[in-house]
């Protein structure tokens, strides 16, 4: 729940935003303005919220003004109702009719891209509208920044504003901030025809709570995310690299009270008593809908039809009251389906109307809300045929005004509200004709006890689900994931201090960097399909060869590739190479040798095994499995996600049944892998030993006193991490240790004799560095964005160490090549200062 600021005296802060504000704009005059909120929508949505907050709204005010002395009018105007607007001038057609309605509108309602035509209108394409859409979403950004105050929660909404969480998370990384789809999400076979489609994503994905309308929009999305930006779906939502993104489920509702105390005002109920004289004898159907592509209007005249030539009798008892309410007339797709539904009254009412008598009342227009009461109350029955909803609040509204009549409601199963009033409502597909005609016929010939039974039934949901509820259900959802976050900010490790790493390295005596390889220092991705095509970043050759040959320096690339691949890579450099997870260990300088391995380690498992992962990749596109020594990897990354993922839970069935029932093995699920490895194989475990050969090949005369380790690691191998964490010293300690061996006194026999010790790592706190690269949770002190930021780092080693010392390790195209790269990174100017030169 909400923490009241007591010592300041104040409500925290609410800033909803949406793409229109709550009012209604009238020029009056010179820089005067008219205004009157909006009732009902996001107003009453959040009415039990404005009691917790002190609650602002921006967004578009819904008129065009140019002028700034207009603009600041409507702005004083605005603020006294709690408004901030968002002027978005020249930018609103292109975002607006173009991005959100032309082409975000009809994917999220399963319509599909629409074909771009170049011939209409050049200025007007694809691109041209989401480059004014990003722009419009920095618009809001940057009213949101002037009007920003510390503690302050963000409640953007609906599809209009998918680019503005990110563009606040990186603005302020600690603004809370919810996202609301008020529009249904499609499959992700729909969405993924978006060619915007990882970047929208991607940016939603940074909010911390994605509120959807029921569970198949929720789970739509968490599979599209799947899918399209390989990230794994759990019941929380979306995590990515240990982020979790909370997506949850918030059916919204209606104010039943307002609709209720409507039906018992004196106005509305003489409109009541006329409209009941008006259709005396007659059953009412009614329909309330918007006129577009998506409410199903032609299809719900098409199943009245339809039950009138099979129900002769109800053909003078019966009428079908359908209000239309008139949207974007000027967009050719819409002129089409209200052409088609002009064409369907009169042919229905010419076949089956008479000069007393019409089957069909139709309204191209709005009603005023105590008439729309009025019709609620007085109809039979409720008929919504949406081909694609949200939500669709009328069947709602229909419910909270039928508790005299209670008559029945027939609902669109593709509506949001099928899953929440389907308990007490006859559910169709309003593409089946003779399906709509049955419900209706049912409807109408419903017995009044199983009408009032299905009515209680959805009047307590409509009366206990209300927008009220939804409102408060988010923002106490929120709240609580932000609560969490803070506490889980405090255990992320920070971000890796590179100027530290650079300062303890050039003051270090014996220092130990430990690299892995894939997603370290291999080469960019992009065009690698397979992990057996594993080169090293050309970019790093001549820094990796720098380091490799500076005296002070030991360079290990710790593995779980095998041997050739590290051979064919690394085989030029001065360098320690550890294959197959340290399972194999070789100075470039030497041979291979199996390291102390654990005691009677049976490989008989291998073939087996192998014959398994060569039967899954067969079946499974686009994977593949490479084959060590001691190790075999199963990789579906580039394989469809989900299939991959139910692929390897039937792989790991067959394996435990088969060839690894007995074996001594460990079993790892990445998250698109499956490993299986001799026990004992991690890097954690691995790295003792290579310690210790280490320290046997070479005359290690002075102790380790500085550790540089980073990589992007599963999980179970960061236990390399905390290795070293049992080795720190205190400083005490740290500094006898060091003039002992400084006077010579330790010898390398009495070191080989020792296990991995202070006699060979001598190591304080804040000479070690591990980071993880691109990974929120994990074992490392620090985290590092990137293979690319890592790349980075180790250039500024190599230049810094031969800035200070003066010496050349660089061949000269080498040097000038990493000089190159980082006279812009100033990095001698640093070294300067570090060094006390000015």
């Known amino acids: 729940m909400v923490v009241y600021d007591e010592a300041c005296g104040r409500r925290p802060r609410l800033l909803v935003v949406a793409n229109r504000l709550p009012v209604s704009a009238k020029r009056t005059g010179e820089n005067s303005w008219s ?47 709690k408004c901030i607007p968002v002027f978005l001038e020249e930018v ?113 994905l940074r909010a911390d709570l994605l509120g959807f309308h029921t569970y198949d929009f929720a789970r739509h999305f968490v599979s599209t995310c799947t899918r399209i930006l390989g990230v794994e779906g759990t019941h929380e939502g979306v995590v990515d690299q240990g982020r979790v993104t909370r997506v949850a489920v918030f059916p919204i ?53 339809k039950f009138l030539e099979e129900n ?29 539904v002009h064409g369907l009254v009169g042919r229905i009412n010419g076949r089956f109307g008479s000069v007393s008598s019409l089957p069909i009342h139709h309204m191209d227009r709005s009603v005023d809300f105590n008439y729309l009461c009025a019709l609620y109350a007085i109809a039979d029955v409720m008929l919504v045929t949406s081909l694609r909803d949200g939500m669709n609040l009328v069947s709602y509204e229909f419910v909270a005004c039928q508790e005299v009549k209670k008559g029945v409601l027939v609902l669109s199963e593709f509506a949001g509200a099928g899953q929440s009033l389907g308990a007490g409502a006859l559910l169709v597909n309003p593409w089946n004709v003779t399906e709509v005609s049955s419900a209706i016929k049912e409807a109408l010939n419903m017995p009044a006890e199983e009408r009032e039974k299905r009515h209680r039934v959805n009047f307590q949901y409509v009366k206990t689900h209300s927008a009220k509820k939804w409102g408060d259900d988010f923002m106490s959802e929120l709240n609580e994931i932000c609560a969490e976050s803070e506490i889980q900010i405090r255990k992320t490790p920070q971000e890796l201090p590179q100027q530290d790493v650079i300062q303890r390295y050039l003051q270090s005596n014996n220092r130990l960097i430990i690299l892995g390889f894939f997603g370290t220092l291999t080469e960019p991705m992009n065009n690698q399909t397979e992990e057996l095509d594993l080169k090293l970043n050309p970019e790093l050759k001549g820094t990796l060869k720098a380091l490799c040959n500076d005296p002070k320096t030991t360079v290990v690339v710790l593995s779980r590739s095998g041997r050739n691949i590290l051979d064919k890579n690394f085989g030029e450099y001065n360098i320690w190479l550890a294959a197959e997870n340290g399972m194999f260990l070789r100075h470039t300088t030497g041979e291979w040798v199996m390291t102390n391995m654990p005691q009677n380690m049976n490989l008989d498992w291998v073939d087996g095994t192998k014959n398994v992962f060569e039967y899954f990749t067969d079946r499974t596109p ?97 236990d390399i991490y905390t290795f070293f964490e049992s080795k720190i010293v205190p400083s005490k300690l740290s500094h006898e240790t060091r003039s002992k061996s400084s006077t010579g006194n330790h010898s390398l026999k009495k070191m080989k004799k020792k296990k991995v010790s202070s006699n060979v790592l001598d190591l304080k706190k804040e000479n070690y560095f591990s980071a993880a690269i691109g990974q929120a949770r994990t074992k490392a002190r620090y985290v590092i964005d990137s293979s690319e930021d890592v790349a980075d780092l180790l250039h500024k080693l190599a230049v810094a160490e031969t800035t200070t010392t003066g010496t050349d390790p660089f061949p000269d195209s080498e040097l000038c090549e990493c000089k190159r790269k980082f006279e812009t990174l100033d990095i001698y100017r640093t070294k300067e200062i570090s060094n006390g030169r000015r």
């Open 312 to 340: 002769p009798n109800w053909r003078d008892k019966v009428v079908l009251v359908q209000i239309a309410v008139p949207t974007r007339n000027g967009v050719p797709e819409y002129r089409k389906v209200k052409t088609q």
């Open 92 to 204: 609103f057609d292109q975002y607006y009719n173009g991005y959100c309605n032309g082409i975000l509108w009809p994917i999220l309602h399963h319509m599909g891209l629409p074909q771009e035509d170049h011939h209409l209108d050049t200025n007007k394409t694809f691109q041209t509208q989401y480059d004014a859409y990003k722009k419009a979403n920095r618009l809001f950004l940057d009213v949101i920044i002037k009007n920003y105050e510390e503690g302050d929660i963000v409640w953007c909404h609906d599809y209009h504003l998918m680019f503005l969480p990110q563009y606040l998370k990186e603005y302020n990384s600690k603004i809370k901030v919810g996202w609301f789809l008020h529009s249904p999400f499609p499959s992700s076979e729909v969405y993924k025809t978006l060619p915007s489609r990882s970047e929208l994503l991607r940016s939603v």
């Open 622 to 718: 686009r994977s593949f499995f490479k084959a060590n020594e001691t190790s075999l990897v199963w990789n579906y990354e580039n394989a469809d996600i989900k299939f991959g993922r139910a692929q390897a839970r039937d792989m790991l069935q067959y394996l435990w049944a088969g060839p690894i029932s007995n074996a001594s093995v460990d079993v790892v699920r990445g998250n698109h892998s499956v490993e299986v490895h001799a026990t004992g194989g991690t890097k954690g475990a691995a790295i003792g030993r290579i310690l210790r050969d280490i320290m046997r090949k070479e005359s290690m005369t002075t102790p380790i006193d500085y550790v540089f380790c980073s990589g992007y690691l599963l999980e179970k191998d960061e």
């Open 35 to 81: 205004l009157e909120m909006s009732p009902g929508g996001l107003v009453s949505g959040l009415l039990g919220v404005t009691a917790q907050f002190d609650t602002k709204w921006v967004g578009w005010p819904g008129v065009d003004v140019y002028d700034e002395v207009e603009k600041r009018a409507l702005s004083k105007s605005l603020a006294e109702m």
């Open 253 to 305: 509702g209606i104010d039943p009270d307002r609709f209720i105390r409507a039906c018992e005002l004196p106005e509305v109920k003489q409109q009541m008593n006329e409209l009941k004289e008006r259709f005396a004898g007659k059953k009412v159907i009614l329909g309330v809908d918007r006129l577009d592509m998506i409410k199903g209007i032609p299809q719900k005249f098409l199943g009245f039809e």
